[in-house]
């Protein structure tokens, strides 16, 4: 059996520590004997020890955990560039380009279309060398999917940041275990109204969560990549406990979705990742406050004044094997999905 850091078994086995060279930042894949299920394979992301490794890594990591911030950088910069300080730009400059901005974010909506370009992104070297700083381990159990057919990928558990998201990206680790498959994010509506975070979401090839751009998304042959957990696992990470509360029950609408659209649900889970944050949960009045707002009520803290997580303990996927959906029909609502 194989055991990740939040003791939790899985069908696999022990990792391969020793170092190729495939890829600079992953070593090549090792294919899984029994008890894993034939053509299971795992892929290592040991931790840079070189110079340029180690700042590729901290430069990956702190990027991918800092986008969030973005804005207020955006706007120190904005007051910078004024009369107030350096004196670059006019006030009626700036406040043109802050007007336009603001219109477009209105305007200009690819998250409800077919969103920007991104593999060159979410499939590129970066999130490697983000998954090589938390020394990470995935798996795929089974042999690699068609290419040909239809997916949602669910990954579990969301995590206080979603820190998982980065096992769903990357040449060693998607292109190596999904190769001819891409898919595009499913993310919450407000994200594309954030300054940064829009820019940020849509180069990572995200869409609006919603059934009906999901829908289109589909009708065009994307697959989808969605953590159904939402904002209420999100609040229920709790690093003090071994164990993991996950939200499921009444979270059937990517599982209607999958069925109505003929796709296989790929399900993933991450370990160890509740434990590479401090987490400070804020009063349950406030947590109720920004729940319709779509907004955490639990705050992180990371290494020194950064958002980057603690380099222990090493992160674990799991993606296990395709779901077959059997029908194409409608759902009806008052149906029971077990």
Not at 112 to 125: D, E, I, N, Q, S
Not at 289 to 304: E, H, I, V, Y
């Amino acid at each position: 059996m194989y055991s990740m850091a939040d003791n939790t078994s899985v069908n696999c086995c022990e990792i391969n520590l020793t170092h190729h060279a495939m890829w600079p930042v992953a070593l090549p894949p090792k294919p899984l004997g029994d008890p894993a299920p034939v053509g299971s394979v795992e892929v290592r992301f040991p931790r840079q020890k070189s110079l340029l490794g180690s700042f590729l890594q901290v430069f990956s990591e702190l990027l991918f955990t800092s986008y969030f911030f973005f804005w207020p950088v955006g706007t120190v910069l904005w007051l910078a560039l004024s009369p107030w300080a350096s004196g670059v730009c006019s006030w009626k400059a700036l406040w043109s380009f802050s007007t336009l901005y603001t219109i477009q974010l209105f305007v200009y909506r690819p998250h409800l279309k077919k969103g920007w370009p991104y593999r060159w992104l979410l499939h590129g070297p970066l999130v490697d060398f983000i998954l090589s700083y938390h020394d990470a381990t995935v798996i795929r159990e089974g042999p690699a999917p068609d290419p040909k057919g239809k997916y949602l990928f669910a990954m579990y558990p969301h995590g206080v940041y979603g820190v998982c998201r980065a096992f769903s990206g990357g040449i060693g680790c998607w292109q190596t275990l999904f190769p001819g498959i891409s898919a595009r994010w499913g993310s919450f509506g407000a994200a594309f109204f954030l300054p940064g975070i829009r820019e940020m979401s849509l180069f990572c090839g995200c869409l609006d969560a919603s059934k009906p751009t999901l829908e289109r998304a589909i009708s065009r042959g994307e697959n989808l990549i969605l953590l159904p957990g939402g904002i209420d696992e999100m609040n229920l990470t709790d690093g003090e406990s071994k164990d993991t509360q996950l939200v499921m029950t009444d979270r059937k609408g990517f599982v209607k979705l999958s069925i109505e659209n003929g796709l296989d649900i790929v399900p993933g889970f991450c370990f160890g990742e509740k434990w590479i944050h401090h987490t400070i949960r804020l009063p349950h009045f406030i947590q109720s406050l920004l729940r319709p707002l779509r907004m955490s009520g639990t705050l992180l803290r990371g290494r020194g004044l950064t958002l980057m997580g603690f380099l222990d303990p090493p992160l674990g996927f799991v993606w296990g094997q395709p779901i077959k959906a059997h029908s194409k029909q409608r759902v009806r609502e008052d149906l029971r999905i077990d």
